[in-house]
Nanobody
C-alpha cells in the first residue's frame, strides 16, 4: 500500500527528493513520515508530518530536510538537501493510521528505497 520513489546515488552536498504514494484504503491517517536504517542499527525517525500538519525532524536533518504531504494525491515527500555521507541508509515510508472505523491504529511500512551519499 506504500510505494516509495526517488532514492539513488548522490554526491555530498547534493539533493534528492523522495516520494511515497499511499494506495488502498486506510480509514484515517494520523501521521505520515520517513524513517531510515543502516545495517546493524535500529530504524530511526527522519521526519514526520501529522494530520494537523505539524512536523517533527531528527536533529541530524533539521535545516536540511523538508517533509510535506499532498492529501489529494495521498503522497508524502521528503526533500533532502545538503546531503552528507552519514545520510546513507535505506529510507522507509511510514503511515500511522486506522484501517477501519473503530479499529486500533497501526503502522504501515513501504519496502524502502536506498539513498547513498558518496563521491
Amino acid at each position: 500500500q506504500l510505494q516509495a520513489f526517488g532514492g539513488g546515488l548522490v554526491q555530498p552536498g547534493g539533493s534528492l527528493r523522495l516520494s511515497c504514494v499511499v494506495s488502498g484504503s486506510i480509514f484515517s491517517i494520523n501521521a505520515m513520515g520517513w524513517y531510515r536504517q543502516v545495517p546493524g542499527n535500529q530504524r530511526e525517525l527522519v521526519a514526520r508530518v501529522t494530520s494537523g500538519d505539524g512536523a517533527d525532524y531528527a536533529d541530524s536533518v533539521k535545516g536540511r530536510f523538508i517533509i510535506s504531504r499532498d492529501n489529494a494525491k495521498n503522497t508524502v515527500y521528503l526533500q533532502m538537501n545538503s546531503l552528507k555521507p552519514e545520510d546513507t541508509a535505506v529510507y522507509y515510508c511510514n503511515v500511522f493510521g486506522q484501517p477501519y472505523a473503530g479499529y486500533n491504529r497501526r503502522d504501515y511500512w513501504g519496502k524502502g528505497t536506498q539513498v547513498t551519499v558518496s563521491s
